[in-house]
């Protein structure tokens, strides 16, 4: 490779991350503005740098309870849906059901993920409501624990069904029962592959905006994108609080990415070389 040609590499590499950056300085830029200087002019360097936006953010506008809301209805109902889709998705990458059954669970579980959320909520809403659990964590919770189900089960299909049956078969010898070399040797094994559909199921389910505000109607139970989009008034729209509002909305899946970014990158890359 030359000299020119490796330039022109860096160079458009370096166009297209600040293509993909540009709207994260931006929206960093005006949540340190004030509401004047928002519509003074579009400058990229605040004039009158302020932390007004963030401190009203949580004393005004309840931001510390959209964030815990969502990290509670986030971590549970994904960490649920991998406790009950995991070992499904096992059964069906191990054994054979008879009439096909296999290839129509999947079916059935990639459907639940094809239809339009739009017509899931009103009957999601007449069922929390005759449960009592409508604007509640745990009405969520559930609704997005049925829903990953369905995704985690499709993923770790195709990742457990990558994984030999022979290691599977020296622990079964060993005297293990099937549901502990699918604890002990099975799931460490498919650590990735967790990671990834971890991480997918996360940011789904982090970045839902028409569930939570169908089902949800005050702070103690609405999520982030929710709670960002009361700052939409029928008169005017709090330009610095919401682009802070998505400055700390955004903290939560940067570190989470951040965290389980190695697995993610061997989870992505799992059976693609054999």
């Given at each position: 490779m030359t000299g020119r040609s490796r330039y022109l590499r860096w160079a458009a590499i370096a166009v297209a991350v600040l293509f993909c950056v540009f709207p994260f300085i931006w929206m960093l830029s005006v949540s340190l503005k004030r509401q004047v200087d928002?519509?003074?002019?579009?400058t990229l360097v605040p004039q009158h740098p302020t932390l007004g936006n963030y401190s009203s953010l949580f004393t005004q506008y309840?931001?510390?309870?959209?964030?815990?809301?969502?990290?509670?209805?986030?971590?549970?109902?994904?960490?649920?849906?991998?406790?009950?889709g995991t070992p499904a998705a096992y059964a069906l990458a191990r054994f054979?059901?008879?009439?096909?059954?296999?290839?129509?669970?999947?079916?059935?579980?990639?459907?639940?993920?094809?239809?339009?959320?739009?017509?899931?909520?009103?009957?999601?809403?007449?069922?929390?409501a005759r449960l009592g659990l409508l604007d509640s964590r745990l009405g969520l919770i559930m609704i997005y624990t049925g829903i990953n189900t369905s995704f985690v089960i499709w993923m770790m299909q195709s990742f457990l069904a990558e994984i030999?049956?022979?290691?599977?078969?020296?622990?079964?010898?060993?005297?293990?029962?099937?549901?502990?070399?699918?604890?002990?040797?099975?799931?460490?094994?498919a650590s990735s592959g967790l990671a990834t559909t971890a991480i997918f199921a996360v940011i789904?389910?982090?970045?839902?905006?028409?569930?939570?505000?169908?089902?949800?109607?005050?702070?103690?139970?609405?999520?982030?994108?929710?709670g960002i989009?009361?700052?939409?008034?029928?008169?005017?729209?709090?330009?610095?609080?919401?682009?802070?509002?998505?400055?700390?909305?955004?903290?939560?899946?940067l570190i989470f990415?951040?965290?389980?970014q190695r697995h993610f990158v061997r989870g992505m890359t799992l059976g693609a070389v054999k």
């Open positions: 928002i519509f003074a002019g579009p309840h931001m510390g309870s959209y964030l815990l809301n969502s990290v509670i209805v986030v971590g549970v109902s994904v960490l649920a849906s991998l406790v009950i054979r059901l008879p009439w096909g059954l296999n290839d129509h669970a999947l079916f059935a579980a990639l459907v639940v993920r094809m239809v339009p959320p739009i017509l899931l909520v009103v009957p999601f809403y007449i069922i929390l030999p049956s022979d290691i599977e078969d020296a622990a079964l010898v060993d005297g293990d029962s099937r549901m502990s070399a699918l604890r002990r040797i099975i799931l460490p094994v789904a389910t982090y970045n839902d905006f028409l569930i939570a505000l169908t089902m949800t109607s005050t702070p103690k139970a609405q999520t982030v994108p929710v989009s009361t700052l939409i008034g029928k008169i005017q729209v709090e330009w610095g609080p919401m682009a802070a509002g998505g400055i700390v909305g955004a903290l939560p899946i990415a951040f965290i389980v």
